[in-house]
C-alpha cells in the first residue's frame, strides 16, 4: 500500500512541477498537465477496444490463408 501512496505523490509532482516552475501561462506546463490528462483515459479506452475485439483476431489466425485466387475456390 505503501507504493501506491509514493507513487500517487510522485504524479502530483510531476503535475505540480511544470505549473511551478513556468508559471500558469506557460504552454509547456499546460501541454504537461493537459496531456497526462488525456493520454491515460485513451491509453485505456484503446485497451478496453483490444480486448474487447480479441475474439474477431483470434478467429481469424485460426483460418489456414488459401494460395488460391478466390475466383478458383468453389
Known sequence: MA???ATAN???L???A???LSG???GAALT???GVLIEVPVMLSVVWIVNRSRGRYERGA???PS???ASRQG
Open 24 to 26: 500558469f501561462k506557460s
Open 3 to 5: 507504493t501506491r501512496s
Open 14 to 16: 510531476a503535475l505540480v
Open 32 to 34: 504537461t498537465v493537459v
Open 10 to 12: 510522485f504524479f502530483e
Open 62 to 64: 485460426r483460418r489456414k
Open 67 to 69: 494460395l488460391e485466387p
Open 18 to 20: 511544470p505549473t511551478s
